[in-house]
């Protein structure tokens, strides 16, 4: 059985791996294309923002193995408090089986619980997945960025989705 639960900083070193192998698929998936942070600089990340209201990490766990991140962050605009971005993964082994559904439910959970009203992400045009992801979940496509990110050695563009809370 697969639950969610708030990341800790024992997680880096399985956080990091997960990053790695989902950011070496073919797919072109995430923005990372070689080492993700290291493992201390991802343990010392945890332990800053387990003690911040705007941010948060989650874990997607199934028995003892860590099978999907979400990553929450306040927009740090004093005009825009009420907006927050998201990023999720989950394993390979480990998708269609609701578990990228169950990480977006704890991200609207932390947005009514941190007064967020507005969820926002940029996923890769090619992203099918994720694109059906988030369009199943309620989230509206609300623009399209050219060589908006740096991948590599290349610019790629992005989709802007959103979602309203509550
Ligand atoms: C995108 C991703 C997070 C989806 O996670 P998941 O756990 O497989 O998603 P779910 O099982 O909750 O899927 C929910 C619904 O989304 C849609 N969906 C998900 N993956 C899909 C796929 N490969 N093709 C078509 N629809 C898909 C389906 O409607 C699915 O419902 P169904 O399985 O009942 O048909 C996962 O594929 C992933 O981690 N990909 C690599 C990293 C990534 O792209 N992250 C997002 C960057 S913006």
């Known amino acids: 059985m697969t639950i969610v639960r708030p ?3 024992a997680d880096a070193h399985a956080l990091v791996e997960l990053a790695e192998s989902v950011g070496r698929e073919d797919g072109r998936w995430i923005l990372g ?5 290291s493992v201390a600089d991802e343990r010392r990340y945890l332990r800053t923002i387990d003690r911040h209201p705007d941010a948060a990490v989650y874990v997607a766990e199934d028995g003892s193995r860590i ?17 927050a971005d998201l990023g999720l993964m989950v394993a390979e082994s480990h998708r269609r089986q609701g578990v990228g559904t169950m990480l977006l439910e704890q991200a609207v959970s932390w947005a009514g619980e941190a007064r967020v009203r507005k969820l926002e992400l940029h996923v890769f045009p090619w992203n099918e997945p994720a694109l059906a992801l988030y369009e199943s979940f309620g ?3 609300e623009g399209y960025r050219k060589r908006h990110y740096e991948r590599g050695d290349e610019l790629v563009d992005a989709v802007l989705m959103a979602y309203f809370v509550g």
Do not use: I, N, Q
């Open 7 to 9: 990341a800790s900083a």
């Open 33 to 37: 294309t070689g080492p993700w942070r």
């Open 67 to 83: 099978v999907g991140r979400l990553s929450l962050a306040r927009d740090p605009h004093p005009a825009s408090r009420h907006v």
């Open 139 to 141: 989230f509206e496509r």
